[in-house]
């Protein structure tokens, strides 16, 4: 597996510093503001993602090999674990994508722990998404 890309370590970094679920509450929330907005043309139909109790929208391209998402949700919540889960996931050749463990990335955040079984449900829901994308599912 590839090294964590900046942005995914500065955000465990932050994850790890957090002193408690409120304070990572907020930082998921922070992260979800980040994430660039879609397009409503982007956000149809093709784009949802199924599997998820909020709508969620995810669109992938490729460069050279690498994948690349962006995706947006209703969800204030959802939009912070759909931020933090693609600063991990960018960039990642689809190979690296299939082998990557996404619960134990929200380990390593300190977030498995709050996540409800719908929420977790959600964001393998957005994985299977992303691979059936990049034509690795």
């Known amino acids: 597996m590839s090294e964590l890309p900046g942005a995914a370590c500065e955000a465990l970094q932050s994850f790890q510093?957090?002193?408690?679920?409120?304070?990572?509450?907020?930082?998921?929330?922070?992260?979800?503001?980040?994430?660039?907005?879609l397009s409503a043309a982007?956000?149809?139909?093709?784009?949802?993602?199924?599997?998820?109790d909020s709508k969620?929208?995810?669109?992938?391209?490729?460069?050279?090999?690498?994948?690349?998402?962006?995706?947006?949700s209703e969800a204030r919540l959802l939009r912070g674990l759909l931020a933090v889960l693609l600063i991990r996931?960018?960039?990642?050749q689809a190979s690296e994508l299939r082998r990557l463990d996404v619960a134990d990335w929200f380990g390593q955040l300190g977030l498995s722990r709050q996540l409800s079984p719908s929420r977790a449900n959600g964001m393998n829901a957005v994985r299977q998404r992303m691979l059936e994308l990049a034509s690795v599912g």
Not at 30 to 35: C, E, F, P, T, V
Not at 44 to 49: F, I, P, R, S
Not at 56 to 72: I, K, P, Q, T
Request: with cysteine; net charge negative.
């Open 17 to 37: 510093q957090a002193g408690g679920w409120e304070q990572r509450a907020r930082l998921l929330l922070q992260w979800g503001d980040r994430l660039e907005p």
């Open 56 to 72: 969620l929208w995810l669109v992938s391209e490729a460069h050279g090999g690498n994948w690349y998402f962006r995706g947006a």
């Open 42 to 52: 982007e956000r149809n139909d093709n784009n949802l993602v199924a599997g998820c």
């Open 89 to 92: 996931v960018n960039g990642l």
